[in-house]
């Protein structure tokens, strides 16, 4: 029998789902992983590195590689890079876990996200970008998700906590 994760985290870049991963996890006394972590880790390099020097699809594919094994083979709390969702056969292994989208607004994704350098999706006109990606993905979150948990304006211990209980 393989691993499956106790949740999955997925949102857009900058929501907070490692922050609220972590505190998931150690509240449920369960391991945390997130894969832009595993790809840093194996790649040995940054995944703002990894655009710049091989480009978004190669990012991609790797990113594809990094969630597959981690829904194979974590059983914890596991959040994934913003983009994983546009992989259709990503979207499809989702099918079935415990999947929790963290949203925000543009106005708070500004706010957290900035011209941060390591973002490199949001390094030109990052209120404009973010809205294009969102465009682009909200309706790709909402098709794997069961449940949504609004992250504006809110920290970890102030975010409400979502029901479990519905799920078998």
């Keep these: 029998m393989t ?3 106790l949740v999955v ?14 505190q998931l996890a150690e509240r449920l006394g369960v391991a945390y992983r997130d894969t832009d972590d595993d790809i840093v880790a194996t790649e040995g390099r940054t995944i703002a590195e990894i655009f710049v020097d091989e480009g978004e699809p190669v990012f991609r594919a790797i990113e594809k590689r990094a969630v597959h094994q981690a829904l194979a083979g974590h059983d914890g709390v ?9 992989d259709e ?4 292994l989702l ?12 106005d708070e994704a500004v706010k957290r996200t900035g ?5 490199p999706l949001l390094a ?6 973010w809205r294009e990606l969102m465009e682009a993905r909200r309706h790709l979150y909402a098709e794997v998700a069961q ?11 102030t975010s409400p906590k979502p029901s479990w209980t519905h799920w078998s």
């Excluded at 596991?78 to 546009?86: E, N």
């Design 78 to 86: 596991l959040a994934l890079g913003g983009g994983s969702i546009l």
């Design 95 to 106: 099918t079935g876990h415990r999947v929790v989208y963290l949203s925000m607004d543009v």
């Design 9 to 22: 985290l997925v949102g857009p870049m900058g929501v907070g789902k490692s922050t609220v991963g972590q």
């Design 147 to 157: 449940a949504v948990v609004p992250t504006d304006g809110r920290t970890p211990r």
């Design 3 to 5: 691993a499956a994760p």
């Design 124 to 129: 030109i006109n990052p209120r404009k970008q």
């Design 89 to 92: 056969d990503t979207r499809a």
């Design 115 to 119: 011209l941060n350098a390591a973002r």
